[in-house]
Nanobody, 125 residues
């Protein structure tokens, strides 16, 4: 079992920045791949980014160059630094985790077994 707790959401103006944190416990942190997803009202959950246990990362074009995922294997934390935020980034952001056994970047929600409760990010125009 893995427990994930997100923090750091809030209200920010367009063009601003936020850093989300995800605290993980319950299983060897170093063996996990982590992902961030988001879900806006009335929309499906959307992949944001992922980081494998070797630190390699993947971003879709929608956030590439603006968002950065990182992990601290000592503190058991995963971060999502979000810069140049846009109103369309408004959503509940979820941290997710799974065992890192795939030879590719998992980008589908069903590929992650563990989920946090989510944190709201609102970007005003």
């Amino acid at each position: 079992q893995v427990q994930l707790v997100e923090s750091g959401g809030g209200l920010v103006q367009a063009g601003g920045s936020l850093r989300l944190s995800c605290a993980a416990s319950g299983r060897t942190f170093n063996n996990l791949v982590f992902g961030w997803f988001r879900q806006a009202p009335g929309k499906e959950r959307e992949f944001v980014t992922t980081i494998k246990r070797d630190g390699s990362t993947y971003y879709p074009d929608s956030v590439k160059g603006r968002f950065t995922i990182s992990r601290d294997n000592v503190k058991n934390l995963v971060y999502l630094q979000m810069n140049l935020l846009r109103p369309e980034d408004t959503a509940v952001y979820y941290c997710a985790a799974d065992a890192d056994f795939r030879g590719y970047y998992p980008t589908l929600a069903r590929e992650y077994e563990y989920w946090g409760q989510g944190t709201q990010v609102t970007v005003s125009s």
